[in-house]
């Protein structure tokens, strides 16, 4: 198990952006379309398709939008056929970042991705470029308010998890992509439900980044291609410290 971490600096997402309501549709209806078309239509036996029930349903998507998006990716209903597609490369100073995308049309994609690294510093890489740097696994976060240290640890791995990660004021409980589901409704008739629950890239090669300006420079990359319709996630492996984090 890990002890205190400063994980959190690690990973940086987009937010501003995917405060639009309508970019968070659509990337949870794409979302619900390629985990029913993958696992089927029921959610007592599609992990997948559960999680992205839940971050539906935390958005208040309303219950005719999630079933028609269902009923599209199980082909009861027609749709555009969307396909997950991951893209890698480098920004400013050599960070790393990978890109996940769903999307109906490939050759748009990768040329838009392509073009937003070129306009912001970057380049895009082949597949495998910096993929060894990141590894895929379930997250669950939990407030450090559900109990002491101890006894939250023994409850995650008895459940399944692989990591439990002490923060200040939270657990990051860290599980196999295939154990994810297990281990987050185990753990939540034990806590109730987490703050976080979803598959992400945890990063295994941290870039540090010592100063604020290339900072936002790599950001602003993350910013430009999440823009993109067609992109789900941007998950980087630069890492700063606190005193620049408050700067940005």
Do not use: C, S
């Given at each position: 198990m890990a002890g205190h971490s400063k994980?959190?600096?690690?990973?940086?997402?987009?937010?501003?952006?995917?405060?639009?309501?309508?970019?968070?549709?659509?990337?949870?209806?794409?979302?619900?379309?390629?985990?029913?078309?993958?696992?089927?239509?029921?959610?007592?036996?599609?992990?997948?398709?559960?999680?992205?029930?839940?971050?539906?349903?935390?958005?208040?998507?309303?219950?005719?939008?999630?079933?028609?998006?269902?009923?599209?990716?199980?082909?009861?209903?027609?749709?555009?056929?969307?396909?997950?597609?991951?893209y890698e490369g480098h920004g400013p100073s050599g960070v790393a970042l990978i890109c996940k995308s769903l999307t109906d049309n490939r050759t748009r994609t990768v040329a838009n991705v392509r073009s937003t690294f070129n306009k912001n510093g970057g380049n895009m890489g082949n597949n495998g470029a910096v993929a060894w740097m990141f590894e895929e696994k379930g997250i669950i976060l939990y407030p450090s308010t559900i109990g002491d240290e101890d006894s939250v640890m023994e409850a995650a791995i008895e459940a399944g998890a692989d990591d439990v990660e002490v923060n200040e004021d939270s657990y990051r409980i860290i599980t196999e992509v295939a154990d994810f589901a297990t281990v987050r409704d185990t753990l939540q008739e034990q806590y109730g439900k987490a703050e976080e629950a979803d598959l992400d890239y945890i990063v295994k090669t941290p870039a540090p980044v010592a100063d604020v300006e290339t900072a936002r420079k790599v950001l602003a990359l993350v910013d430009a291609i999440e823009e993109d319709d067609d992109i789900q996630s941007v998950t980087t492996n630069m890492d700063i410290s606190e005193e620049i984090a408050a700067q940005l």
């Open positions: 994980w959190a600096n690690i990973k940086h997402r987009k937010a501003a952006q995917d405060k639009k309501r309508g970019k968070i549709f659509t990337r949870l209806i794409r979302e619900l379309m390629v985990a029913a078309k993958q696992g089927g239509g029921d959610p007592n036996t599609n992990p997948l398709l559960r999680l992205a029930l839940d971050n539906a349903k935390a958005e208040n998507m309303t219950k005719d939008t999630i079933d028609r998006a269902i009923k599209r990716g199980t082909g009861e209903i027609e749709g555009a056929d969307y396909v997950e597609v991951v």
